[in-house]
Every structure is written in C-alpha cells, then in structure tokens.
C-alpha cells in the first residue's frame, strides 16, 4: 500500500532520514567546514547569493549538511534566516569606493582607473589538473602567504565608473539619487508592477541558472539581443550601521566581497538614440549572475512581447526556495484531487 | 572561525520557531482576513525549514496561533498519519511541544491540506487550510496584476464563461478540485484542492476556517457563520463528487468521501474514508 493509507509514515520519515547519512558515510574521511568555505568558496558565494544571507561559514555548514547540493543549502540558509530578528539595516553602500580585486570593460580599451584582469577562469584551458590530486594544501597556502609578503602594498583609490563619463556626455542618462527606502521583498509581498528596488532584490537573490538561462535566450534573439559589458567590477565593500545614539554617526561591522555589472544597450530617445544600462550585483564572485542580472533588468525596463520582458514571468519563477519546493511537492500524495479528477473525467463519459 | 566560537546550537529557537515579530505580523495580516471574508490578503511569508509548496502558508498559520494550551490535530488528504502531516506534525511539536491529537474533536487547531473533516467542526475550532495557488482566477489570467484589479471590479465574467464553456463541451462542468465559490456575495475564493464534496462544509459553518499560502504569499479567511455558495448557474446545481452505491470497506459509511484503493494481486477496486480518524472512530464505536 503506498505511503498514506495506512499509519507507518511517522517511522517510515525517520528511517528515511536515517538513510540519508548512509549517502555521506562513504569513506573516514571528513570534510571540514574550514575547507570548503575556502576551497569551494564559488559554490559558497552561489549559495549566499540565492539566500540572501551573507554568511560564510553557516553557507558552508548547510553545503556538508546536504550532500553539496545548492538548492538544499539556500533551503537550510533560508530558513535559519528567518529566525534572526532584524535589529539593523546597513546604510547604502557606494560602489565606487569598493576595494577592486578586478575590473574589465568589454566598451573601452582605456578606462579612468584602468582594467585589473585580477582571477578568472576565462582564460584557463578547462583541462582537469590530474596533480591537484596530489595537492599540498599547507604548502600552497605557504606559497600563497610568502608570494603576498614579499609584495609591497599599494594604495588603491576609490574608482569612478565607466557610465560616469558617458552621463557626463549625455549619452546616458543622469538621475536623481533614489533614498527612497527600499521595497523589502523578504517582508512584503512583491507587487505589480514592482519597484525597480523589488525587482533587484529578487533578481539578486534568484537562482543562478535560472536567470542565466534568461539572459542567453535574449542574447538569442528573445529579447533586445547583445548588450555590451560596460563595466564589471569585483571586490570588497564596506558595511556601516547607523550608531542609535549619536545621530549622524556609524559603525563599521565588517565587509562583504561582491559582484557588479553595469551593461550598455541602444535605446530610442525621441529622434535620435542614447545608451540605456542595465544594472547588476550580485554576493561574492558570480560574474555570469551578475551579468544576467543587468541584461535581465534592462529587458525589465524596456518591456516588449519576449518572456524576459514580462515583470511577472522573470519575477515570480527564479527563486529557488519558491521553484524546487513546488517542484518537490509534487512527489506528496495527491489521492483526493486525483480522485476527484478521476470522477470529473468519469463522468464526461457516461 | 569554526562554529562553536558562535555559541549557537539547536535548541536556541524562539517557541514556535519564528522570531515574535514575524508572528506578530502574521496575525495582522489574519485579522485583516478575518475582517474581509473572501479577500487575499498579501503578507511578508517567512521562509521555513520545510519546503515551499509543502504547506509553508499553513504552517506560518498555525505558528503564529499556537500557544502552550493548544491541542494540535495535523492532517494530509484526509489522514493523521500521511507523510507530510507527520512532518508538520513533528516540526511544530519540536518547537512548541503543544499536544497532539488525531481526534478531530479533541483539537482546537487543525491543519489540513485537501480536506475538511468528517466531523463539522465547532465554535473555538479553526481550521488552517495549505493552499498551493490561492487566486481563483489564475486559470482564466495568468498575471496578478490583471486578476487584483478583476477581484477590485467584482469582474467575474471569464470565470462564469469557463463554467458555461465546459457545460457546452462536455455536457458537465468538469472542474475537479479547488471549486470556485463566492464568498458573502462579494469575492470568488478558492477553497483550496478540497474536493468538491467539502465545498458545502463551508458554507455558514461553526468553526473559523484560515487559508495560507506561503510561496504565493497571501492569508485569506471565512468566518463563522460566513455565506459560501459554490459557483453555478440556476438550470445547472452544483454537483459533487459521487460514490453511489459505494461505502468504505473498514467502516461500511456510505456518506464520505472514498479512496480508491486497488489490490494489486487481485485487481479488485475497494473504497474507503479518506478521514482516517472518523473511520477509526466509526470502527471502534461499532465494537
């Protein structure tokens, strides 16, 4: 008989459970959190990114937890989230002051500032390193330590951006600074149509695959089609909290590495054409989720018939937690509606 | 910088799991439900340790309401014992450690997901119902920017053309499940997937009846004594699932809603009460 007709669920949840050590009890060897905080840290900065929640070490705690999965981890990120009583909200953060590890322009040769390649994988050939098999993990951190050590510091400056100088030329067009305070998309209902707040909030916090396969359907035809990188930039930014008692004053609590992109597209500006930009950024470094997003919110801004173009499409259907779980749920047992299916289509026949 | 330095373990979470504050607005947003039969009422939805799509709506009810004197009754497709009614049942226990029951009487909250009891339930009872797709009118519009102005306009034309459509097709009105009704002659509703059968139990009963749905992010209500009338036309009744002639195999009733049950070795076709407790107490009052 199957899983509801009969009582046995509650051990039969329990033993399931059980078993779910079995699929990580193949070998003595652990895994420490240590280690994949900072040996899978891309899969980690995913895994904060589609859960809102800038946290290392509990990323990679819900990563040994679920077997790696991703979708499980935002899950268990996600939900001890929901736990945490808001005591602050950080005050707005100026990217232009961000601490670079790396900035290209795919616009302009020669940008104010100038472009650091700094790490990527865009150039390596993607062949596997059979001798990271035999890696030493204390030695390359040594090697690591003395190459830094031996290097004398520079000072960096605060960087202003490539679509500064193309406001400045008209091309773009300037707008006021927005303080409105932003639409909480983790508190309120998103509404329609949204606030462009609401819809960075959701597009930062949506799974990577999925807007990154919106952004490709654009670059093919669906959509406005090749949008130009003007500026990607990758680093650290600085938080700051409000200090309660004096007013005017902040503490500083920490920094976070983060992702932006800024993407130039042609728009029509009465009779003649301007540059119109898509924003976006993204937790740590997730250049192709940062990218999509700025395409995405720039297909946002210019409507039209393609599904990258219809807020509610784009909007409702990218959150993981939202996704999987209502995919998942189809495995519970659906007995009464299908029964009351069955009847429905019963009685068409006769 | 391992865990231990963060002094955080499993036990620190708040009685019913989420922070006051979230309970709180929860509440609020459920008096407003209450205040305005029939009305979706948009809310924050929480994220929860069990999935979205799941009953995380029910869920965020039932935490918000629960407190130590609470008799907990959790039920799936009818049954106590079904998987995800004893999950529920085992995440809400864990953080409240409220009494449970599978007595449907005994309970002053039940959750459910697919039905309504057997048993009508009474003044003091609520009833939080999981509902997946809450707008009834997604299936004629697919955008909640045009339905919430539908809903504003009373604009329940494309709804009534479905019915009318399918009577002219098929000689029936063939919607199964999630049967829409028209709560106190203002807002179409969805009642969630019960069957057609408990659409009527609705209709001015005893008890309060909430409906939550987490990953859409809407609460709405029906009170006690609230008109509920399922959608039809004068010439054509509303018509309920039947079983004529059909009773359940363990408790012999002839008047509630049945499994099929196929014997695999056999092929035979049994019926019986998808309420697994009211079964039970039919059984065990016959003895």
Known sequence: MAYVAVSGGKEAIEESIRLLDYYRSGTNKDIEIEAIENKLSLLVDRVMSEAGLYAKTYAALALKQCEGSPEEAVFLLRAFRSTLTRNYYTEVVNTEDMRIVRRISAAFKDITGGQILGATYDYTHRLINFDLDQENAAELKEHMHNMLTSQTAEEIHPCPRVSDALKKEGIIDSCEENNQPPHDVTMNMLEFPSDRSARLQTLTRADTGFISGLAYSVLRGFGQVHPTVGELRCGYVELYVPYLSEIGESIYIGEIMMTEVECFNSADDKDQLKLAVGYGAVFGRNENKAISMSVIDRELDAGGPHPTQNEEFVLMHGDSLEMNGFISHLKLPHYVTFQSKLDAVRKTRG | ?287
């Not at chain 2, 953080?95 to 997901?113: P, W």
């Not at chain 2, 329940?156 to 459509?165: N, R, T």
């Open chain 2, 1 to 287: 910088m391992g865990i231990e330095h963060r002094k955080l373990t499993n036990n620190h979470y708040n009685f019913a799991f989420l922070d006051e504050g979230s309970k709180r607005e929860i509440r609020r947003a459920t008096l407003k439900a209450v205040a305005i039969p029939g009305y979706q009422v948009p809310f924050g939805s929480r994220e929860l340790p069990i999935g979205r799509g799941w009953g995380t709506g029910g869920i965020q009810l039932t935490l918000s309401l629960i407190g130590p004197e609470d008799t907990l009754k959790v039920i799936d497709q009818g049954s106590d014992e079904s998987v995800n009614a004893v999950s529920i049942k085992k995440f809400v226990g864990l953080c409240t450690q409220v009494k449970t029951t599978t007595r449907t009487h005994e309970a002053t909250l039940i959750q459910t997901r697919h039905r309504i009891p057997e048993i009508p339930l009474t003044q003091g009872q609520i009833l939080v119902l999981q509902v997946p797709i809450p707008e009834p009118l997604r299936i004629v519009e697919a955008r909640e920017e045009i339905t919430k102005q539908m809903h504003a306009e009373k604009d329940y034309a494309p709804i009534w053309l479905q019915l009318y459509e399918s009577l002219v097709k098929y000689n029936k009105v063939t919607i199964a499940s999630e049967y829409p009704c028209m709560v106190e002659g203002r807002y179409v509703m969805n009642p969630s997937p019960i069957p057609k059968f408990d659409n009527p139990k609705l209709h001015k009963s005893s008890c309060l009846y909430l409906f939550g749905a987490g990953r859409e992010k809407k609460i709405y209500a029906i009170p006690p004594h609230t008109e509920v009338i399922s959608l039809a036309f004068d010439d054509v009744p509303f018509e309920i699932e039947s079983f004529a002639g059909q009773q359940c195999r363990l408790c012999g009733s002839g008047n509630t809603y049945l499994d099929e049950v196929f014997d695999a070795q056999t092929g035979e076709r049994f019926h019986q009460c998808s309420d697994t407790s009211y079964c039970k107490e039919v059984v065990d009052h016959a003895q």
